[in-house]
């Protein structure tokens, strides 16, 4: 993105599940600031069908930097390890600070769903829609939204060597079923008792219910079931598009945002 581009459009992820469509944005703090106009839900315009599904071993490379490996951008990076923003949702795994090694695995399921946009020509609609942008230091509008699941599991193994193998055979079936539920992998009884031989598990989400959860088998039979359950999503992507976009001045007091 250039500095002179007003009409390029950023995607964040949600880290903070407030937002809906036509929802004021600071990109600076990554907060969701007032609503614009009420906004009547508008319909579904994209469905997904990809599902991500990961594990990793904690001693491997990519644990040492979590919120690239599940795909955070990296200006949001930036302001989550400098706690600039809130520390919510998956994001919250910032506070983890337990030492990563060769018995902690860690599983990132993310499965955005569907997306909202905002409707066609939405400023010219709206009178005094203009009036609001000057009254808000907002750099951006959140024009559409992805809903769905995104999760982070963080599994402390016991320290058994056979065991471990048996848990990372089952991890890899896991990781199988929840991309699709119709392929059960061969998931057997030795392989629920090896997931029930983790010690300890750690889970965020952007589903309150999912962080509460102590028992990893709990944390992916309720995944595979909310799959299917849409009241239960919560927002994992933000569409952004620039305020001077829909005001046509380019010299707001804030700037235009340029990413690294």
Same mark, same amino acid.
């Given at each position: 993105?250039?500095?002179?581009?007003?009409?390029?459009?950023?995607?964040?992820? #949600?880290?903070?599940?407030?937002?809906?469509?036509?929802?004021?944005?600071?990109?600076?703090?990554?907060?969701?600031?007032?609503?614009?106009?009420?906004?009547?839900?508008?319909?579904?315009?994209?469905?997904?069908?990809?599902?991500?599904?990961?594990?990793?071993?904690?001693?491997?490379?990519?644990?040492?930097?979590?919120?690239?490996?599940?795909?955070?951008?990296?200006?949001?990076?930036?302001?989550?390890?400098?706690?600039?923003?809130?520390?919510?949702?998956?994001?919250?795994?910032?506070?983890?600070?337990?030492?990563?090694?060769?018995?902690?695995?860690?599983?990132?399921?993310?499965?955005?769903?569907?997306?909202?946009?905002?409707?066609?020509?939405?400023?010219?609609?709206?009178?005094?829609?203009?009036?609001?942008?000057?009254?808000?230091? #907002?750099?951006?509008?959140?024009?559409?939204?992805?809903?769905?699941?995104?999760?982070?599991?963080?599994?402390?193994?016991?320290?058994?060597?056979?065991?471990?193998?048996?848990?990372?055979?089952?991890?890899?079936?896991?990781?199988?079923?929840?991309?699709?539920?119709?392929?059960?992998?061969?998931? #057997?009884?030795?392989?629920?008792?090896?997931?029930?031989?983790?010690?300890?598990?750690?889970?965020?989400?952007?589903?309150?219910?999912?962080?509460?959860?102590?028992?990893?088998?709990?944390?992916?039979?309720?995944?595979?079931?909310?799959?299917?359950?849409?009241?239960?999503?919560?927002?994992?992507?933000?569409?952004?598009?620039?305020?001077?976009?829909?005001?046509?001045?380019?010299?707001?007091?804030?700037?235009?945002?340029?990413?690294?």
């Amino acid at each position: 993105m250039t500095i002179n581009n007003v009409n390029a459009v950023t995607k964040r992820r #949600a880290i903070n599940s407030n937002g809906v469509i036509g929802t004021f944005y600071d990109i600076y703090r990554d907060c969701v600031l007032k609503r614009s106009h009420p906004i009547e839900r508008p319909s579904v315009t994209q469905i997904f069908d990809k599902i991500t599904c990961e594990s990793i071993d904690g001693k491997k490379e990519k644990s040492q930097n979590i919120f690239q490996w599940i795909n955070i951008d990296d200006d949001l990076r930036l302001s989550i390890l400098l706690n600039a923003v809130p520390r919510t949702g998956v994001v919250e795994l910032a506070e983890y600070y337990y030492p990563m090694g060769e018995y902690v695995r860690l599983l990132h399921f993310l499965c955005p769903n569907r997306e909202y946009q905002l409707p066609h020509n939405y400023e010219s609609k709206n009178e005094g829609f203009k009036s609001i942008v000057r009254e808000v230091d #907002a750099t951006h509008i959140i024009t559409s939204i992805s809903l769905g699941i995104d999760v982070v599991v963080v599994l402390q193994l016991p320290v058994k060597d056979k065991i471990i193998q048996n848990i990372d055979v089952a991890l890899r079936k896991v990781g199988t079923r929840l991309k699709d539920s119709r392929n059960d992998s061969c998931f #057997a009884q030795e392989d629920e008792d090896a997931l029930k031989s983790i010690t300890e598990i750690k889970v965020y989400s952007n589903i309150p219910e999912l962080v509460t959860m102590t028992s990893f088998l709990e944390v992916c039979q309720y995944i595979d079931k909310c799959k299917h359950k849409h009241d239960q999503f919560q927002p994992t992507e933000y569409t952004l598009q620039p305020i001077e976009q829909f005001t046509g001045n380019a010299d707001e007091s804030h700037g235009l945002y340029t990413p690294f």
